[in-house]
């Protein structure tokens, strides 16, 4: 009897066709998080040499004073938030942009697919329209709203009101909500788009025969079904803004604390040749990252993975673990209908 379902050789031969790809993701990015780890623990100082009167560099093991700083050596800034350490500025944006830009993707990118999941007129046209904000490069996106946002541009006109939305300050911070909305909204309304194509039509006929409103069947037949495609593009989405470097940086500038996330003010210390709290912060970034998406796969189900195999092997070794469990509480008695006698 096979004891599951790649038993049969199936799983050597697909460890044979990822090696190749495994090996390249651990050259260009095991590598790398080893050595920013290694870094994250040490510092350079630089001391004037008496003799010849020049700065020399030189690397000493600090231990967890990278991390440790945070706390006991504190560099205030005055933003969004008030007064309080450039770090946790930085942690608070990027927490923040994470949070509303993906709440206001998700809600728009849903009524794009519902609107585009329709039978219209032109319907190839618009499917095809919405991927040009996603098509764009970031970073030509930010000068285009740069342009947008600009004290006499579009939007102040639009708005009739005198706004310096590139300045540093909480309207900045909703110009970079605003442009990446604009950009990255369509990719999960594409991605719910294909998860609503899979939903069978009858069902929702039989819904309309039950006498169903258009809410109700959206509710309790397009959310619930579309779900494992939706929670894995907020998923995606979530990790790339938490990482959010180049928009706030091509349409804000550096330096701007209103906008500054951990990606930034990474850049910045590591540009500064302070590659030791460089490292440690993005190290930080890194295990925040992880957690997050260890919370989607954990309490929201996102299956990331989405092979049938794989989720019945899964399963089977849940049944078997249970059974484990059952046989070691002791016999258990069966009702006359299952077959046994009690």
Known sequence: MKKNLLSDGQGRLAAALLSPAMAVILVVVGIP???SLREAFFRIERIQNPQTGRLQSYEYFAGLDNFT????????????YGQMDRFWNAFLNTSFFTLVCVL?????GVAMAV???RAFRGRGLVRAGILVPWAIP???SALMWKLIFDEAGIMNQVIGQHVLWLADGPQSFWAVVIADVWKTAP?????????LQTIPAEVYEAAKVDGATAWQSFVRITLPMVQPTLVV????RALDTLRMFDLPVGLIGMGKYSVETLSMFSYLEADQSRYGPAAAYSILLFLYIVLV???FVRFLGADVIGDDEVRAIRAQRKRERARRKATKAGPVRTSVTSGDMP
Not at 233 to 236: C, G, K
């Open 104 to 108: 206001l993707e998700t809600v728009i």
């Open 115 to 117: 609107t585009m999941a």
């Open 69 to 80: 700083r945070i706390l006991t050596r504190p560099d205030l800034v005055q933003a969004n």
């Open 233 to 236: 593009a907020v998923l995606f």
């Open 33 to 35: 998080i080893l050595l």
């Open 187 to 195: 990719f999960i309304g594409l991605l719910t788009l294909a998860g």
């Open 138 to 140: 970031t970073i030509v």
């Open 293 to 295: 998406a260890f919370l």
